[in-house]
């Protein structure tokens, strides 16, 4: 079965940091670009960062909201996708979902997200 | 940026009404278009790709088209489990972005 699975979430203060891990089976991870998507509570979606895959140099690309301060990364032996948050604002509250991403036809795998709450 | 609106914002129906939503992008973007369905407390579903083809599994009643700037989403006849939120999303340049959704909900 074809699976991501999130975690790492929690309650930070602002400032802080946190890391998020996602954990991919059932299919070749290599093969594919990877993504982080983020939904704050009662809004709609925000892609957050991408990390292509080794044929594509791994290069990342972010969105400007997060750009210097978060930073998705890969581990391909060990079928994982990380994201790292530093410098958190109340504003980055939300749940943070790992997506497989085949570049122009879409994003077809989304676990079932991991909740950050950015709070003092 | 590309900026995509989507219409209407919330639209409410009934079993086996003919739905139709809009995403509009700011600029072109070929056919790169993807449309997801989204219900409470989960995460979104995959329902089409490049504007039109039909994700696997994924029910006939639905279909896509559109290219350029304009594009449609359609549930040929609405059925109970298609009660949600839909979102588009460019996927032709960075930052990759998403409509503002629309919510389909019971009349």
């Known amino acids: 079965e074809v699976q991501l699975v999130e975690s790492g979430g929690g309650l930070v203060q602002p400032g802080g940091s946190l890391s998020l891990s996602c954990a991919a089976s059932?299919?070749?991870?290599?093969?594919?670009?990877m993504d982080w998507v983020r939904q704050a509570p009662g809004k709609g979606l925000e892609w957050v960062g991408r990390s292509r895959k080794k044929a594509n140099g791994y290069n990342t690309e972010y969105a400007a909201s997060v750009k210097g301060r978060f930073t998705v990364s890969r581990d391909d032996s060990k079928n994982s996708l990380l994201l790292q948050m530093n410098s958190l604002k109340t504003e980055d509250t939300a749940v943070y979902y790992c997506?497989?991403?085949?570049?122009?036809?879409?994003?077809?795998?989304w676990g079932q997200g991991t909740t950050v709450t950015v709070s003092s | 940026d590309i900026q995509l609106t989507q219409s209407p914002s919330f639209l409410s129906a009934s079993v086996g009404d003919r739905v139709t939503i809009t995403c509009r992008a700011s600029?072109?973007?070929?056919?790169?278009l993807a449309w997801y369905q989204q219900k409470p407390g989960t995460a979104p579903k995959l329902l089409i790709y490049a504007a039109f083809t039909l994700q696997s599994g994924v029910p006939s009643r639905f279909s896509g088209s559109g290219s350029g700037t304009e594009f449609t989403l359609t549930i040929s006849s609405l059925q109970p489990e298609d009660f949600a939120t839909y979102y588009c999303q460019q996927l032709n340049s960075y930052p990759l972005t998403f409509g503002g959704g629309t919510k389909v909900e019971i009349k």
């Open positions: 059932g299919f070749t991870f290599s093969d594919h670009h």
């Open positions: 997506v497989r991403d085949n570049d122009h036809y879409g994003m077809d795998v």
């Open positions: 600029q072109a973007i070929s056919s790169h």
